[in-house]
């Protein structure tokens, strides 16, 4: 058995796959790279057949229809044998020295009774064009280097949320969890991150910058304008995390706690893309999405309605709406996201 299982998601990657994989293949035969090529019209496949044909022990190449990132993490899930699993965006990569301390931890893990349920690293924002890389760590609200459960999770501050590339999961957690992702959806990395959370009882943080998330690319779905595009797809997703979370039935103060911010920020995200778009019909699916969340809880409503973000992407008018896309731009500022 494999100590990791990498999955990597590929839609039309040709130009840039090889400089992901190549990567990880510093894993060598303590890895399998799952390698999903999600019908792909360039030569995605191609590659993906070249790479398992010279390292037929590590590498693995899975064709199907297309069907969109969530079910190509799915289809990788269905292949993976590994003790843990990793997702790789196929334009992102890994660092090399990061990746040899997770996999000696990992390989720590692998007889003991209660193994690390979820295992959380540094990400690099890579953004094309940007002098000085912004590392998002973790080192100042969590243990570093020991075993911890949700107790430890109260300082979250906003910006630091752990996203899909900070996190590596234990497989057998997903399978107990049955996680199945929506086909066709795009910004399914958050349901990834966020529907497993009930499962982890205990979490373990190395201080490395282990992932390296590009940023650029004008056809990228977090490109701002791409993101409004597919705005659609956010909302479906949006929805989705609200249904989970009335229907979690959390009994953990901290975990429930943590979930609904991560829910406040997701909200946030899709209301100020709908205030940043303007138009009549935007400003009304933000309140379908508000009266949505309503209707499903009122007591997670009342919550994320009398919050700082909930008060701000209601501010009337205009002047209002223009106020919140002002701080949403200080924001972007600051914690250097797109």
Request: glycine content about 6%.
């Amino acid at each position: 058995m494999k100590l990791l299982s990498i999955i990597v998601p590929c839609y039309n990657s040709q130009d840039y796959m090889e400089r992901c994989i190549t990567s990880l293949l510093v894993g060598g035969e303590a890895v399998e790279i799952i390698i999903v090529n999600d019908g792909s019209k360039d030569e995605t496949a191609a590659i993906a057949d070249r790479f398992a044909s010279h390292f037929p022990s590590i590498v693995k190449a899975v064709h199907q229809e297309n069907g969109g990132h969530g079910q190509a993490i799915n289809t990788g899930l269905a292949h993976a044998s590994g003790e843990y699993i990793k997702v790789v965006d196929s334009d992102d990569w890994v660092d090399a020295n990061a990746y040899q301390e997770i996999l000696a931890f990992l390989a720590s893990q692998t007889n003991l009774a209660e193994p690390v349920d979820m295992l959380i690293s540094n990400y690099v924002y890579e953004k094309q064009g940007a002098k000085r890389k912004k590392v998002i760590e973790y080192t100042s609200f969590l243990p570093t280097n020991q075993l911890f459960s949700w107790d430890a999770t109260k300082r979250f501050p906003v910006g630091k949320y752990l996203l899909m590339h900070s996190v590596i999961y234990r497989r057998q957690l997903l399978i107990d969890h049955t996680l199945q992702l929506p086909k066709h959806t795009f910004y399914v990395d958050n349901l990834y991150v966020f529907e497993p959370l009930p499962m982890v009882k205990n979490m373990y943080y190395l201080n490395v910058d282990f992932y390296r998330y590009y940023i650029g690319r004008e056809d990228q779905s977090v490109n701002e304008k791409v993101m409004i595009g597919r705005i659609d797809q956010q909302l479906a997703v949006n929805r989705r995390m609200v249904h989970y979370y009335s229907d979690a039935k959390l009994t953990d103060d901290s975990l429930q706690a943590y979930m609904l911010k991560y829910l406040e920020i997701i909200t946030t995200i899709s209301s100020i893309l709908l205030i940043r778009e303007g138009s009549k019909e935007s400003l009304q699916k933000k309140e379908a999405l508000w009266q949505y969340i309503r209707q499903q809880d009122e007591q997670l409503y009342r919550k994320l309605r009398r919050g700082l973000f909930g008060v701000g992407v209601h501010l009337p008018g205009r002047l209002g709406r223009k106020t919140v896309v002002g701080c949403y731009k200080l924001a972007q500022k600051m914690y250097g996201f797109n």
